[in-house]
């Protein structure tokens, strides 16, 4: 009896190691609205709490798809600029007389296809994927903004575009199409073939191949699902400014690989969850939305949030290593 007790315990201790990156998140993301909510006039109001929803979703859209990227040990730096000329696409089509429900596929489609360009790139030429999507980054902004000498493209009056951007119960659809795409690509981590060998390929590539895994054909479809989902994200801010924007989204590659750090998903590859990203893009979310509303110097709000970043890690870091020793000894 007392062999059972103490393999429970054994076993309870295991299970809340694993999952202490997310508990130190949870606690954080509570520290942060305690303070915001004590010294921001505004940030514990309704309308506030949709903006938050609201600027969470154009970052957790796209981090679901760079987590299973970091996770295989590769990096896309070039989300923000694709957001950007998806809608700058989306718009001309729209104006072009495009069916909606037509435009709308089609615009996802030209996302994965310009997001496989990097995949293929690593996959095939062992370009580097940093390198790939940088070089990707430079391009589509600059076609981007070469198009609309930077000037944003208008769609007109669009009853299917405006629908994206009108709350449901008081909640934006953009923020049930973010946790919608969070549970199936939890799923897909974790519970397909394809997400076992993400991780599989992240902690040994050379031994995934061996092992029978396609790791070419696993790489081009994880950058291709990346472009996917940044063109959800660029309709989206479509149906928000009511046009295509080339200078918008201009960072949201930094705040989206920040999110899915500091939700613990290893750099190195081999290690990540999905829960961990959406925790992490709460934290990335409201600090700041807190400094915002604080009125920090924008100009500074850059160091602040660039130092809370590497606080959260450290203090994740830190917390992982405690628990794992105390179950070791």
Excluded: C
Excluded at 207 to 213: C, K
Excluded at 215 to 221: C, D, L, N, Y
Excluded at 260 to 267: D, E, K, N, P, R
């Amino acid at each position: 009896m007392a062999i059972q007790t103490t393999k429970a315990a054994a076993g309870s201790a295991w299970r809340i190691s694993n999952h202490m990156n997310e508990i130190s998140l949870f606690v954080a993301i509570l520290v942060l609205y305690v303070v915001f909510g004590s010294l921001a006039n505004g940030f514990l109001s309704f309308n506030n709490q949709i903006n938050i929803l609201r600027d969470a979703a154009t970052i957790g859209i796209a981090a679901w798809a760079a987590t299973l990227i970091i996770i295989s040990g590769e990096i896309d730096v070039s989300v923000g600029p694709m957001v950007a000329f998806i809608s700058v696409v989306l718009a001309y089509l729209l104006q072009w007389g495009i069916p909606t429900p037509l435009a709308f596929p089609l615009a996802i489609a030209i996302g994965a296809a310009l997001g496989s360009i990097a995949g293929i790139l690593r996959a095939y030429f062992d370009v580097p994927s940093f390198v790939a999507t940088l070089g990707l980054w430079s391009a589509l902004r600059g076609t981007a903004l070469f198009l609309t000498d930077a000037l944003p493209v208008s769609i007109g009056r669009n009853d299917i575009v405006d629908l994206l951007d009108q709350p449901i119960f008081g909640i934006p659809p953009a923020a049930v199409i973010m946790l919608f795409f969070f549970a199936v690509f939890a799923f897909v981590s974790r519970k397909t073939a394809f997400g076992r060998s993400v991780f599989a390929i992240g902690g040994n590539d050379h031994a995934a191949f061996l092992s029978g895994i396609n790791v070419a054909r696993i790489r081009v479809g994880l950058f291709a699902i990346a472009g996917a989902m940044a063109a959800i994200s660029g309709i989206l801010l479509v149906s928000r400014l009511g046009s295509g924007n080339a200078t918008a989204a201009n960072g949201l590659e930094f705040d989206v690989i920040a999110a899915v750090v500091v939700g613990g998903t290893a750099l190195s590859g081999g290690r990540g969850s999905m829960l961990g990203t959406l925790l992490g893009v709460l934290v990335i979310t409201l600090i700041g939305n807190g400094l915002v509303l604080l009125g920090i110097n924008p100009f500074f709000q850059q160091v602040v949030r660039g130092l809370i970043i590497v606080i959260a890690v450290l203090a994740n870091i830190q917390a992982i290593k405690r628990s794992l020793a105390r179950n070791k000894g």
